[in-house]
């Protein structure tokens, strides 16, 4: 009998707790969203194609937040989280951008990461990687900084299987004091190429000016690729935003052209001495 009641108490707590504490979100800590077209949450991108997704962001899901010190938040502003597979080497432009008022009030923000042969699994919510605003990730996350970063731990290791940040960029103004931050990174205005190898691209250009970011991959290699964006500055109003992904083939750098013309003409040489 005892035990009975004591296994009810226990019901009635946990069911009350379960109604009032916030989620939690273990495997698959994030979701990723539907692109537009029908084409679901993981489309294959190929050379001459392009996809695109259409979402409203939190005005500061990015950065800006001053209850969680300017960090990023995993689970707010619809959860922009998108992801795509590359068929092939190409450069990629990704452009994010409003749906239809060009003119919106809006400073948008864009991070771009690379999981290479295996679609990002979601990460999972780690409790030991406590921020100073006292969230844990990826509740509240480092969304500039590398991978293996304080405030990435959630995606990578154990947890998840992001390999590599790529790029990211902000339009909105810059939080360069890592002491003012959750995750102690430095949030810059501009885009950043923050890679550190070539594994998955050879150099990352674009621009962030007002409610526009483009980014433009150089040689982006075939694989799995992850995106999330929000808003940067808290004084502005949501508005609905259009992310756009396109592949084109890849054009030779300059020093491969170079390379190639110079096998030609050895090639060339070589055989005018065999015509001699």
Do not use: C
Not at 18 to 28: E, G, K, Q, R, S
Not at 51 to 66: E, F, K, L, M
Not at 185 to 197: A, M, P
Request: hydrophobic share 40%; net charge negative; proline share 4%.
């Amino acid at each position: 009998m005892n035990a009975i009641r004591i296994s009810a108490l226990n019901a009635a707590v946990v069911g009350a707790f379960a109604l009032t504490a916030p989620a939690v979100h273990a495997d698959n800590s994030i979701t990723f969203k539907t692109w537009n077209d029908g084409l679901g949450t993981s489309p294959n991108l190929a050379i001459g194609e392009s996809i695109t997704a259409t979402r409203t962001p939190g005005s500061n899901n990015y950065a800006d937040n001053a209850s969680l010190m300017n960090a990023a938040w995993a689970h707010s502003g619809n959860s922009p989280w998108y992801t795509f597979y590359l068929t092939g080497e190409a450069d990629v432009s990704i452009t994010l951008a409003p749906t239809s008022d060009a003119s919106a009030l809006f400073n948008p923000g864009m991070t771009v990461w690379a999981s290479g042969d295996t679609k990002f699994n979601g990460g999972t919510a780690d409790f030991s990687d406590v921020a100073a605003n006292e969230w844990n990730s990826p509740h509240s996350f480092n969304a500039v900084g590398q991978i293996g970063d304080a405030g990435t731990l959630w995606a990578t290791g154990s947890n998840g299987n992001l390999l590599e940040t790529l790029a990211y960029a902000v339009t909105g103004e810059s939080h360069s004091d890592p002491a003012q931050n959750g995750w102690g990174e430095v949030i810059l205005n501009g885009v950043h190429d923050v890679s550190v190898s070539d594994t998955f691209e050879r150099g990352v250009t674009g621009t962030a000016v007002g409610n526009t970011i483009t980014l433009n991959f150089n040689d982006m290699q075939a694989g799995w690729y992850t995106v999330f964006f929000g808003g940067t500055n808290t004084d502005y109003t949501a508005v609905s935003y259009t992310l756009s992904v396109s592949a084109v083939a890849a054009v030779p750098e300059p020093e491969s052209w170079a390379m190639l013309l110079g096998g030609l003409g050895l090639i060339a040489a070589i055989a005018r001495r065999r015509i001699v």
